[in-house]
T-cell receptor, first 114, second 115 residues
Framework: AQSVTQLGSHVSVSEGALVLLRCNYS??????LFWYVQYPNQGLQLLLK??????LVKGINGFEAEFKKSETSFHLTKPSAHMSDAAEYFC????????????FGKGTRLSVIA | GAVVSQHPSRVICKSGTSVKIECRSL??????MFWYRQFPKQSLMLMAT?????????EQGVEKDKFLINHASLTLSTLTVTSAHPEDSSFYIC???????????FGSGTRLTVV
């Protein structure tokens, strides 16, 4: 079975500072990994996904994540935080990027301080 | 892109009544739909998987008689919360796999409040 662990339920950064949201995965097979963002009372928006191609994945809104097999990690970063980045972020894993459901981490709430 | 339209976005119902939530795939055929529940400040937990033309598969601990899932066509999956109680108040989200490495698309969610 696969799972993800998000370290830190709440991360606070200053506007313009680096954003780093941590995600570690556990999977018996090569995983497909995703990062989603959720704004209050809304659905999920895909930021980026790793599907066994390039290990450095670039997503929307300036976010990127690097798949590190040796560390079983898929941390999300953004060089410079913007106020609009304040939201809940979920890391998720699936076995085959489509036919099986996503398994989500507990989420990390990102606060951006002016 | 592939869009799943979920309705209603929010609903308030009285305890003991039933509520139906619909998820429609607008520009693609969704043979599978995943239904998740999200309690406040918590993650999304898979409730069940529906497949067009067959019975839904429920996760352990989810009452199939209480959460009725129907996937009667390739573009519509519904979740009916029967005899709702305040503890059923939650955010319900549907998701369809896109296949071919395309990932998943999500509905915008339904905020259910049972009073």
């Amino acid at each position: 079975a696969q799972s993800v662990t998000q370290l830190g339920s709440h991360v606070s950064v200053s506007e313009g500072a680096l954003v780093l949201l941590r995600c570690n995965y556990s999977s018996s097979v090569p995983p497909y990994l995703f990062w989603y963002v959720q704004y209050p009372n809304q659905g999920l928006q895909l930021l980026l996904k790793y599907t066994s191609a390039a290990t450095l994945v670039k997503g929307i809104n300036g976010f990127e994540a690097e798949f590190k097999k040796s560390e079983t990690s898929f941390h999300l970063t953004k060089p410079s935080a913007h106020m609009s980045d304040a939201a809940e972020y979920f890391c998720a894993v699936s076995l085959n990027s489509g036919n099986t459901p996503l398994v989500f981490g507990k989420g990390t709430r990102l606060s951006v301080i002016a | 892109g592939a869009v799943v339209s979920q309705h209603p976005s929010r609903v308030i119902c009285k305890s003991g009544t039933s509520v139906k939530i619909e998820c429609r795939s607008l520009d693609f055929q969704a043979t599978t739909m995943f239904w998740y529940r999200q309690f406040p400040k918590q993650s999304l937990m898979l409730m069940a998987t529906s497949n067009e033309g067959s019975k839904a598969t429920y996760e352990q601990g989810v009452e199939k008689d209480k959460f009725l899932i129907n996937h009667a066509s390739l573009t519509l999956s519904t979740l009916t919360v029967t005899s709702a109680h305040p503890e059923d108040s939650s955010f319900y989200i549907c998701s369809a796999p896109l296949g071919g490495g395309g990932g998943y698309t999500f509905g915008s969610g339904t905020r259910l409040t049972v009073v």
